[in-house]
């Protein structure tokens, strides 16, 4: 049994063994992960990390990742490499001899500047992932948001909020909302994952949208809050912000939330 996986939890959420998803209606074949290069303080986040390249390997999808062999991002690697995964390292030439490579066989595409890196991840992948990180990761994931709210980008992004990991990057996006910095269609293909095995049924799903129709639609004049707390308490591991939709909050953060927020929850 992984470390990460306690009886039928994953940090206090319910594991879903018969998730079925309709397939999505455009090839989905390639993955992009953001996460830190140090382990973090939770041994767990290792343990997520390798669970997700497990499960994209096995899906027979192709991983794209910062390159590197070092904490969560050798744990996602290795995690799908190992399994038969075909790996993409897209290293700058800078760090291509500072930092530990991949020991096992994997694509290697040397790039001259962060700037070509991140511009080379994201032309390959059809989807990206936010794991635990720093602030490298906070930059690579407010970049594809920027992208959606400028129209010119589309692709899913997950936010793998793992034990609560992303709750103060999503208290901020509130708050960016709520001061007037933000608006909720910047957020219109962001997901948050609470579990591993969320995060790939999430993106197939928002690829394909029709294939989960939302709850109900709520009165507008209904305050945000008194929606949320109506809302079933499905605990599904995966739900959507931003256009109409908000992140479980729990239960004693509901003051500091967002009270312009809509939301509504799909249940996966």
């Not at 959420?13 to 455009?26: A, G, H, N």
């Not at 027979?60 to 904490?71: F, P, T």
């Not at 690829?207 to 605990?235: C, G, M």
């Amino acid at each position: 049994m992984d470390a990460s996986i306690v009886g039928d939890s994953f940090f206090g959420v319910p594991l879903q063994t018969s998730l079925r998803l309709p397939p999505p209606p455009r090839p989905f074949g390639t993955v992009c992960v953001f996460c830190g290069a140090s382990s973090g303080a939770d041994p767990r986040f290792v343990s997520a990390a390798a669970e997700l390249g497990r499960t994209i390997a096995l899906e027979g999808l192709r991983l794209v990742y910062g390159g590197g062999a070092s904490g969560l991002m050798d744990a996602v690697a290795r995690g799908a490499a190992e399994h038969g995964g075909p790996v993409t390292a897209v290293t700058p030439h800078f760090l291509a001899h500072r930092i530990p490579q991949l020991s096992v066989p994997h694509e290697i595409v040397a790039v001259p500047d962060m700037h070509t890196r991140k511009k080379i991840m994201f032309e390959r992948s059809d989807a990206f992932i936010a794991l635990p990180g720093g602030i490298g990761t906070i930059e690579e994931l407010t970049e594809v948001v920027t992208l959606h709210k400028l129209d010119q980008d589309r692709k899913p992004v997950v936010i793998a909020n793992f034990g609560g990991f992303w709750d103060p990057l999503l208290e901020l996006f509130a708050h960016l909302e709520r001061t007037g910095f933000m608006h909720a269609e910047a957020l219109g293909r962001c997901l948050v994952a609470q579990t591993p095995r969320a995060i790939l049924p999430a993106i197939r799903a928002a690829l394909d949208e029709t294939a989960v129709p939302p709850v109900h639609a709520p009165r507008e004049d209904t305050p945000a809050l008194a929606r949320l707390a109506s809302l079933p308490d499905k605990q599904s591991g995966c739900e959507k912000v931003g256009t109409g939709f908000s992140r479980r909050i729990p239960r004693q953060q509901r003051a500091r939330a967002s009270d312009s927020i809509p939301s509504n929850r799909i249940p996966l």
